[in-house]
Every structure is written in C-alpha cells, then in structure tokens.
C-alpha cells in the first residue's frame, strides 16, 4: 500500500519556486559612476548623420524625455554599426530609464551589444541583462544564450548560474538544464560558497518530474548529502521511491524505511503505516510490532484507528509462532543445497535487531547461491551498521548492483555522516524478545 502524502510531497519538490531577478541595466550605469575618475572613457567617433540626430535626442531627453522616443526609434531603425550603433544603444538605455520603460532598455542593451564595442567590464552584465529580458518575455531559448554568455565571461550576480537551468527547464530541455544547475553548484563549492538548499530541492524535482533515467536518485542523493537533515532525508527517499524506473517493490521499500528510521526521518502517521505494511505484519510481525508501537509512543500514530488496532493484532498474534520457528529455520538454512531458507531466516532475525545473527545467515545465502544476491547485500550492510561496524556495512554496501546501488549509496551516505566512534541509531526492540543466539 502507498500513500499519497510522500507523492504529494515529491510534487511539493518540483514546485520549487522558479528563480526570477529584478535587475535593471540602471545598475550598470551606477556601477560604472563608482568607478575611479582616472577611468577613460573609450574613444567615440560617430558618422555625422548620427551626430546630429544624438545632439537632438539630448536636447529632447533634457527637456522632455518622453519627447525622445520617435527620435529614439528613428536612430534605431537605420542599419547602424560600430561606434553609431554603440551610442545609439546608450541613449536607449538612458531612456528606457528615464521612463522607466524596459522595452527601450531591452532595445538599448542588444543594440550596445551588437556593435561589437561594449566594454568588456560591461559585457557580462548587458549580457545578464538581455537575458533576463528574453526571459521575462518568455523567449527561453534566447534567455539561454545569453545567461550562458554571461556565465562564461564572469558574471556571478543574480542568480544567472541556476537560471541558465531555469531557462533550460521552461524548454522542457531537462537533461540540459539539471547539467547546467549541478556545474554552477560545483562552481560555487569550488568558490568556497554553499548553493541554496532550495537549489538542490529543485534539481530533485526536476528530476523526479522528467523521469530521467537515474536522475532522481542522483539529485536526492545531492540533497541529503549537502543538507542533511531528517526532513531531507525524507523527502530524498520518497522523491527516489516514486521516480524510480523500474517500480521499486515492497523489500526495497522497506530497505528504504528502514534507513528513512535510522535517519530520524519518520514524521507522519502515513510513515508508520507504510513502513508496517513493507514489513508484513506476518512476514516480519516483530519488526511490525516495534514500529507502530514506536509511532504510538511519539504521538505520530493513532493507536484508535482500525488499521493500527488490526495491524498490531495481527503482528502480536503472529510474533510467537515467529519466534518459536527460527531455530529450526536456521537449522534448515544450514542443510538447504542454496540459500533461500538462509536469506529469509537473516531478514527475519534483522527484524528482531538481531544484527549477528541475521549477518551471519546472509553470508551463508550468499556463499550457497540460488538468491537475490543484491538484496542479501543489503542486508549484511544494515546488520553491520545496526552492529556499528561501519566499515563492514560500507564494504557490503559497496558490493551491491543493479537498481538497489541506489539504496546502497543513500546507506552509504547516512553512515558516513555519522560522528566517528558514534553509537549506532538501534532501532527499539520489538514487543516480544528476539530468539535465543545460542
């Protein structure tokens, strides 16, 4: 059984705000005011045609600026190159400012640019800023271009490294974008600047969304790994187990709640119950047992509902005869020509914390064969990290293929973010006392 809240709140995740800047190219002129008066400005030599028309666009601009627009428009409209497309781009911009009109700024920032003359103290930031238009404008491919070009020549401001991405996601270039997010992450780590948490929650969600091909768990891993905390991990783990290609099934699900405890992120009623309804209240009814009555005793699950009531029933009823038969299960494991007999037995154990005995049968499934060997890796890794032989639980972990190296990997990550020398997260024991060892 699954429940909507994790789904819901995996869509929570690709809902990540969009980033947006406000930034004017008035910022470029306030910048360049700053400077030093021993700053030359750059030679200008404008053909005289032009030099007439600017000296009336100024005349107008000091006495009525909205008097400058057909002049304006006019200067722009003729095929205008070098210094008398560079000056005509300036007056734009002086315009679009004075009246605080963007399309005259838009227009004075792609003709500065296209004149070839733009210093290049200001070409990171025109470029910056002609992106930033398109992509008010909805022209993304465009906004691309130029927040690249901007990256590329140095410009860090605003934002401009995860709106490359956010322009790449509005194309629903995913790939692209999701590349283009992780690369400005990586800079600033280089920089010695963490990226926003929320930059991380939105490559997740991206990823979840697009269904790319191994996406999900690669940016979930990112987060928890970057911002490690119970709700991170939660939300890491859910945005993996629903984007994951194929279905993940029921034991991987409870690989992955099993860790989703260990990490101390089990918050919701929904947790519980799915967590219980991996573990099978008569496949594993200890484990079943200790996790409800956990949920009860921090007040995230109701004891009075009829699928605790009958959950735990079930289990409690089930745990005796469990209990009573793993003896004779291990006994069986030991004679059996493969090790299916052994591998359920050391899940059952694992089940009751017993994290020895549960290794030590896992071992032998995997040295008789005939198994999901992947899935008895798994196992041993989390016996030894209940054990706290971190090491031992890497080196299993490490071992595992195919579509549980994900699962492994978010183990892995958890056990490295444990303090070293730091007592192992033992999850309580079960109602009823796991078997002897001897």
């Known amino acids: 059984m699954r429940f909507l809240s994790h789904f819901s709140m995996a869509v929570a995740l690709a809902a990540v705000g969009s980033l947006t800047v406000t930034a004017l190219p008035q910022e470029a002129s306030a910048a360049k005011k700053k400077k030093g008066k021993k700053d030359k400005a750059p030679k200008i030599k404008l053909s005289k045609e032009v030099q007439a028309q600017v000296g009336?666009?100024?005349?107008?601009?000091?006495?009525?600026?909205?008097?400058?627009?057909p002049l304006v428009d006019t200067l722009l409209a003729q095929p205008l190159t070098g210094d008398d497309q560079f000056v005509a781009g300036?007056?734009?911009?002086?315009l679009g400012t004075a009246l605080k009109d963007t399309s005259y700024q838009e227009k004075g920032i792609k003709a500065s640019l296209a004149s070839g003359k733009t210093s290049a103290e200001q070409a990171p930031q025109f470029n910056f800023f002609?992106?930033?238009?398109?992509y008010s404008a909805g022209r993304y491919a465009e906004a691309t271009q130029s927040f690249q070009t901007a990256y590329d020549l140095g410009y860090r401001k605003n934002n401009v490294g995860a709106l490359i991405?956010?322009?790449?996601?509005?194309?629903?270039?995913?790939?692209?974008?999701?590349?283009?997010?992780?690369?400005?992450?990586?800079?600033?780590?280089?920089a010695g600047t963490k990226a926003p948490q929320d930059w991380y929650r939105r490559g997740a969600g991206v990823a979840m969304k697009s269904k790319l091909p191994g996406a999900a768990g690669t940016w979930t891993y990112k987060l928890v790994e970057a911002y490690p905390n119970g709700e991170n991990w939660r939300a890491a783990l859910s945005v993996y187990r629903d984007a994951a290609t194929p279905k993940i099934d029921d034991q991987q699900n409870l690989e992955l709640m099993r860790l989703m405890r260990k990490a101390g992120a089990m918050e919701s009623e929904r947790d519980y119950f799915e967590y219980a309804d991996a573990a099978g209240p008569r496949k594993l009814p200890g484990e079943v047992v200790s996790i409800l009555e956990e949920g009860i005793a921090k007040g995230a699950v109701r004891p009075g509902t009829s699928y605790t009531k009958e959950?735990?029933?079930?289990?409690?009823?089930?745990?005796?005869?469990?209990?009573?038969?793993?003896?004779?299960?291990?006994?069986?494991?030991?004679?059996?020509?493969n090790g299916k007999i052994a591998l359920s037995t050391a899940d059952a154990y694992l089940s009751y914390s017993n994290y020895r005995k549960a290794a030590e049968l896992y071992q032998t499934a995997m040295a008789k064969g005939g198994i999901d060997t992947a899935r008895a890796q798994i196992g041993l890794g989390i016996s030894r990290a209940g054990e706290g032989d971190w090491q031992g639980a890497k080196d299993a972990f490490a071992s595992v293929s195919g579509q549980r190296k994900s699962i492994a990997n978010f183990w892995t990550l958890w056990i490295d973010q444990q303090k070293l020398g730091a007592t192992p997260e033992v999850a309580p024991a079960a109602a009823v006392a796991p078997a002897s060892e001897s």
Do not use: C, H, W
């Not at 009336?56 to 627009?69: E, F, G, N, S």
């Not at 300036?90 to 002086?94: H, R």
């Open 130 to 134: 002609a992106g930033n238009f398109a």
């Open 90 to 94: 300036q007056l734009a911009i002086q």
């Open 165 to 190: 991405a956010e322009a790449y996601f509005k194309q629903n270039m995913f790939q692209q974008g999701l590349t283009a997010l992780d690369r400005t992450m990586a800079d600033m780590n280089t």
């Open 311 to 337: 959950t735990l029933a079930l289990a409690r009823r089930s745990v005796g005869a469990d209990r009573a038969g793993l003896p004779i299960s291990e006994r069986d494991a030991g004679r059996s020509a």
């Open 56 to 69: 009336a666009i100024q005349a107008a601009m000091a006495d009525d600026p909205a008097t400058a627009k």
